[in-house]
């Protein structure tokens, strides 16, 4: 159906920037959202930013100012540029999308990619 990718995960100490990058391959009809996690070990997944086709964006309070999502819908792919990290952003951060894989109402799906792992030193 959709499958998704992430890339751009790495080490990078205090105040250093990243860039993370997500494509969405397979039957895709329409997106109508797509937005990047975080988890790490014992803790839930948490929402870092998502964006709508509608252009709403929304980010989590922890990271306003910080990070900035965006999305190239001709190449179905959505960013995520980290810049002054901190080592409390260390997680593993997955790619999220909402979309039909079909015409049909209920052709509809929540994906997931794989997750990159971000690490940022103190």
């Known amino acids: 159906q959709v499958q998704l990718v992430e890339s751009g995960g790495g080490l990078v100490q205090t105040g250093g920037s990243l860039g993370l990058s997500c494509a969405a391959s397979?039957?895709?009809?329409?997106?109508?959202?797509m937005g990047w996690y975080r988890q790490t070990p014992g803790k839930q997944r948490e929402l870092v930013a998502t964006?709508?086709?509608?252009?709403?964006?929304n980010y989590a309070d922890s990271v306003k100012g910080r990070f900035t999502i965006s999305r190239d819908n001709t190449n179905n792919m959505v960013y995520l540029q980290m810049n002054s990290l901190k080592p409390e952003d260390t997680a593993v951060y997955y790619c999220?999308?909402?979309?039909?894989?079909?015409?049909?109402?209920?052709?509809?799906?929540?994906?997931w990619g794989q997750g990159t792992q971000v690490t940022v030193s103190s």
């Open positions: 397979g039957t895709i009809f329409r997106i109508i959202a």
């Open positions: 999220n999308a909402y979309a039909y894989y079909g015409m049909g109402p209920s052709e509809f799906g929540e994906y």
């Open positions: 964006a709508n086709s509608g252009g709403a964006i």
